[in-house]
C-alpha cells in the first residue's frame, strides 16, 4: 500500500510539464480506494482532478504562468538602465507613451483571482473535502437549466504503457457522477458506480469497433462495380448497422434502469414548475419517512421527474435496487410504494404532456467523459435530449465563464446576419453533396455557398474565418 500523504506532496512540488499520465492513474486509483471505503464526496473529487490531468493541465496552467510573467510600464521603468532613464528623460514622445500605459493600467487594473476563477479550480486543494466544495460551487455557479453528468473509467496500472485501442478494450469500471441534477443546489452531487461482466464484454466489442468499419468501408472503387460487388459491399455495411444496434443494445442493457439520469430538466412553464414542486415534495417526504439518504432521494427525484419515459419493467427494477440500501426491514413493502409513487407520477406527467407539449421539452443535458470512454454512444441512452460533451469539468467552467454573457436559459445565443458553406470540395461525394446543395440553397438562399470548389488559403482567411457561422 503507498503512502497517500507523501505522493501527493511529492506531485504538487512538480511542474505542471512533469505531471504526466502517471498522475491521472493515481488520481483514479485514489478514486477507486475512497470509494470502496464508503468516502464518495472524495471519490468525486479525485474523478475531476484525474479528468483534468495530462494535456488539459500542462498547456492551460503554462499559459497563464506565461501570461502572469509579462512585464507592465511600471515594471519596465525600475529595471532599465540608467542610460535608458537618462534617454527617457530627454524623449517626450516616450514619456508620453509611458505615461498613458501607466493611466491605462491603473484603469483597468483588476483584483486578484480567486481560487475559484483560475485555469485549474483545484490548483491550492490539498484537502479532498475542500476540494468537493470547490467543485460544488463551481457546479452551482453554472446556468440552474443545466444537469452535468460526469463518465469515468476506473484506475487501470497498464494504461500507461498501452496503445489506445489496448486501453479502449481493457476491462474497468464507469462511475457516473451526477454533479449538477435536478435536485441542484438543494441537493449536493452523488455518484453511481457500475461494474459487471457484461460491461467488461462491452469494453472489448467497442475496441473493436474502429477496426470493424475499417474493413467494411476500405474498398477498391474500381473493383465494385458489377452488381454482385455492390450487393457485397451492402450486405456488409447492413451487417455492421446491426452490430452498432446491438451494441448499442447492451450499453443500454448495462445501465438499466438508470438510463433516466441521461435526461435533463423539464421547460420550467408555471403548470411543469408547479406539478416538479408537488413530485418532489412527495418524494421528499417518502425518503423522511423511510429514513432514505440524500444520494435515494436524488436519484428517485430524478426518476420521478422523467418517470413517463421508464417502462414499467425498469419501474420496478429500479424500486428494488433502490430500496436495497435501504436500512428498513420491509424491503418488498417499501420496493412496492416506490413503484407505485413512481406509476402515479407517470400518469402525471402524461396527462400534463398531452395538454402542454413543451412540458415534454428538456434543456440541455452536459456530459463530462473521460476520453477512455469518448468512443461510447452516451446520447444513444436518452435519444430524444439534447446533449453536448467536453472533456472535464475544469473546461466547461472556462467555457462558461467566456461565453456567460451570451448564455441564456441555457444555451448560447448567437445573432448570424452572414454565413459561408464549403460542401464536397474534393467532388467526390455526389449524392450527399446533391441533398445538401438543395437544402442549402433553399433554406440559406442568403448564404454564400461554395460547392465542389477547394478554397483558397486567401479566401479562408478573409471571408470564411471572419463570417458569423462557416459551415
Known sequence: MFDAEATEKELRSLTSVQVGPETKEYNLLRADEEYRNGNEKDSIY????????????R????????????????EILLEATPREKADYKRNKFLQNILNYQLKLEKCTRTPKNTAIDSLDFLQDVQDPKVG????????????????VLQLCKSFNAATTYSTFCEIAAANGDIYVSLLRHCRSPELEPTCLHFNSDALGNLFKEYGTMVERFRRVVTVDPLAVKDHESKAKYWKELHAFEEYLKKLIADLTSVFMPYCFMFLGKRYADAA??????????????????????NHQ?????????????LPHDQMKQLSY???SNSNNNNNETEALL????????????????????LAAKRFPIILVVDERLDHMHWEQLAPMQECTRIKSLHSLWRLFKHHKAQIQHGYYMVNIKSGITLVNPDADLENSGRRLRSFLEYWLSHWQHMFETVPTEQFMIEKAFKADCFV
Open 46 to 57: 479525485y474523478q475531476v482532478r484525474a479528468l483534468f490531468q495530462c494535456a488539459d493541465m
Open 59 to 74: 498547456l492551460l496552467t503554462e499559459a497563464q504562468e506565461l501570461e502572469n510573467q509579462l512585464p507592465n510600464a511600471s
Open 132 to 147: 468537493y466544495a470547490r467543485i460544488t460551487e463551481v457546479c452551482h455557479q453554472l446556468p440552474e437549466e443545466w444537469c
Open 272 to 293: 411543469v414548475q408547479q406539478q416538479t414542486k408537488l413530485i418532489f415534495d412527495r418524494v421528499d417526504e417518502f425518503c423522511v419517512e423511510h429514513r432514505w439518504s
Open 297 to 309: 432521494r436524488i436519484l428517485l427525484s430524478q426518476a420521478a421527474l422523467h418517470a413517463n419515459r
Open 321 to 323: 435496487e433502490l430500496n
Open 338 to 357: 416506490v413503484y407505485e409513487l413512481l406509476k402515479s407520477c407517470a400518469t402525471k406527467w402524461q396527462k400534463l404532456e398531452q395538454r402542454q407539449p
